[in-house]
């Protein structure tokens, strides 16, 4: 299962969050903070997953506050079956955090169809694109994962699916502004003057002012 996925930039701003566990605030945004100084100095040689508390001490620096952080990391999770699966895309990382169920080349692949998506849907995606269409970045993810799992690693079906989502929203866009621009249809109608009494022999008709209803 899947317990979270992270995404931030190499300064460690947050630009993608999502828990998949209750996990009170204040412990989200340690796990963050730890999770960027585990995968910040990784070198680049250095294979892109590593396991909490059982698999840092062989793949991460031998250093005794890398495994420290990894302890911690594997106690705010409440356990110690979590690994830490990332891939590093120009100034962004995208990191899994998940359980021993999980293949770490199946995640991977997956990092990687969660990133193509993007950019096939934002064409040639970047930071920007995570801060200011966050809602679409986090319907891709839904598309994607689930509830913690895996709900579709087809592409083109992913893209279909936002698409479809997109020219729906587009379309209740327009039928919720139809009754605003009906009425601004007819405030905009020159209608003639319309007379205040009319008189048919002896009765006296007096028409009331439209205008307070228009």
Do not use: W
């Amino acid at each position: 299962m899947i317990n979270a996925i992270l995404v931030f930039n190499n300064h460690g701003k947050p630009r993608l969050v999502r828990f998949y566990q209750h996990l009170a605030e204040e412990v989200q945004q340690q796990i963050i903070r730890e999770t960027f100084h585990l995968v910040l100095k990784r070198d680049d040689h250095i294979c892109n997953f590593l396991e909490c508390g059982r698999g840092a001490p062989g793949l991460c620096p031998p250093l005794p506050k890398a495994l420290h952080r990894s302890l911690c990391l594997c106690s705010l999770f409440g356990g110690s079956d979590y690994k830490l699966i990332y891939r590093h895309y120009a100034t962004l990382y995208f990191v899994f955090c998940v359980d021993s169920s999980e293949s770490e080349l199946g995640i991977l692949d997956l990092i990687q169809v969660f990133v193509e998506t993007l950019d096939k849907c934002f064409e040639n995606v970047c930071e920007l694109d995570l801060i200011f269409h966050m809602d679409k970045v986090h319907h891709i993810l839904q598309e994607v994962v689930i509830g913690g799992m895996v709900l579709e690693t087809n592409m083109n079906e992913i893209v279909a699916q936002v698409e479809a989502q997109s020219k729906l929203e587009k379309a209740e866009g327009g039928l919720s502004a139809a009754p605003s621009r009906a009425v601004s249809a007819v405030k905009n109608i020159n209608l003639p003057e319309i007379p205040r009494n009319i008189n048919i022999g002896d009765i006296n008709i007096k028409v009331p002012n439209l205008s307070q209803f228009m």
